[in-house]
């Protein structure tokens, strides 16, 4: 309260509340993640939500879009640096590191739900509190683990329905060909260096492949026909990425290559890729990500182990199924009764029906405003129950309850002390 009036404190701009109806949604899709990633062998794993800054500038590397300009950093009381989680994977190879992961047999299928944290311009499907699935593979660079996470990532799109979906592969290399595309990428971008956005020209020094990755629509006119990782790749990368498309065919996995893919993390090594679903107006939106990652772990502190995995937009995921009037599940089960009770010695003997049901695991519901029973069987009808048991001072002196069927409209009368074995039938 201030000066006698009272205050409205809002949510913050980018965060959102998922009310009940929403949540349902949010429910079921998880369900369809928990299940998918169990089925290909993969464990929970969850890790903070904050963790020391260095962890993100080492592992997700300084000259990513996420380090130099969206990470939330701050001072705790022992002036330690710390930030919110902007991904996840980072997290997981510490926490692989930290609990001697690497001492248990490989490779480690690790999997993870979870808000993440980026300050960035909020916008449809966008948020500055987002929540991502993300799989890892750790311990393993068999081009097979390529293989399987990206079939991880196009099943749970297939299992959704989404409709206009395409996979885009590419390899970004190894620091061996890296350095070579370096050098010829440089030599055409230096000639094209005034009219690069300021960002791009602050990367020529840093990370000039990143600039392949630059949305302006000035900077992708520029560096159309430069050279991409795909022309420098050595004979190892190379074999490795064969193998990886020999895979996805033989696993009828359809893929479109594009040279130009290479991800807006620093730590992808060799295989990359993403999943977009086209949009109205021809535009496409990028909603999984991914690829492998063989030197992340050992850029955190622990041993050399090469890591495979993506992570998938929840927020972005929802809404094109919005988009694609794409329902998931059923929705909400209603209850099998609501108790009516009019009276504190019917509201106590209706809430001890209540408690036995709900331990047997029978939904059931129970009037706790004191409404009228008009208003009771009113909510009932609303709520779509199949029955509501109504007791009362009269139904009390009798030692009955009267069970009304709300959609056939018949009732019966049933002994107080036999409620609950009649309701239990009845759900079974």
């Known amino acids: 309260m201030r000066d006698g009036t009272h205050v409205s404190i809002q949510r913050i701009k980018g965060t959102q509340d998922i009310l009940p109806e929403a949540s349902r949604a949010w429910q079921e899709l998880e369900s369809v993640m928990h299940r998918l990633t169990g089925e290909y062998g993969f464990q929970e794993i969850r890790t903070p939500v904050f963790e020391a800054t260095a962890l993100f500038v080492r592992g997700v590397g300084e000259t990513s879009d996420i380090v130099e300009k969206e990470m939330y950093t701050f001072e705790d009381e022992g002036k330690r640096s710390l930030t919110l989680r902007p991904e996840g994977t980072a997290s997981v190879c510490r926490a692989y590191v930290e609990n001697k992961l690497y001492g248990l047999p490989q490779p480690q299928k690790l999997y993870y739900i979870g808000p993440m944290f980026r300050s960035e311009n909020p916008q449809a499907g966008r948020f500055r509190q987002f929540h991502q699935l993300g799989v890892e593979v750790l311990g393993v660079d068999n081009p097979l683990v390529d293989a399987e996470v990206i079939q991880l990532a196009v099943q749970i799109f297939h299992a959704l329905n989404i409709k206009g979906m395409e996979l885009q592969i590419n390899s970004v290399g190894c620091p061996v060909c890296r350095a070579d595309h370096r050098e010829v990428l440089l030599a055409f971008l230096e000639r094209k260096r005034q009219g690069l956005c300021g960002l791009c020209q ?7 492949m990143r600039v392949l990755d630059c949305k302006n629509a000035r900077c992708q006119e520029l560096t159309e026909g430069a050279p991409t990782t795909f022309t420098s790749l050595c004979p190892e990368c190379r074999d490795h990425f064969d193998r990886v498309q020999a895979l996805l065919q033989t696993a009828d996995v359809a893929y479109t290559l594009n040279p130009r893919l290479v991800r807006g993390l620093d730590y992808y090594r060799k295989t990359a890729f993403e999943i977009v679903v086209a949009e109205a107006a021809g535009t496409q939106n990028a909603l999984c990500g991914g690829g492998r990652y063989d030197a992340l772990v050992e850029e955190v502190g622990g041993p050399p182990t090469p890591g495979m995995g993506f992570a998938l937009g929840m927020e972005r995921l929802l809404k094109v199924l919005s988009d694609q009037k794409i329902e998931l599940g059923e929705g909400r089960v209603p209850p099998l009764a609501a108790l009516a009770a009019l009276g504190q010695s019917a509201q106590r003997s209706a809430f001890r029906i209540l408690s036995q049901l709900r331990r047997k695991g029978v939904p059931v519901t129970m009037d706790v405003m004191g409404r ?27 030692g009955v309850a009267v069970v009304r069927h709300m959609l056939e409209g018949e009732q019966w009368e049933v002994g107080l002390e036999e409620c609950v074995e009649w309701l239990e039938r009845k759900y079974r």
Not at 202 to 208: A, D, H, S, V
Not at 374 to 395: F, H, P
């Open 202 to 208: 602050g990367r020529l020094e840093r990370n000039p």
């Open 372 to 398: 009228s029973l008009k208003s009771q069987l009113r909510t009932a009808n609303r709520d779509g129950v199949r029955y509501t048991v109504i007791i009362g001072e009269d139904e009390m002196e009798r």
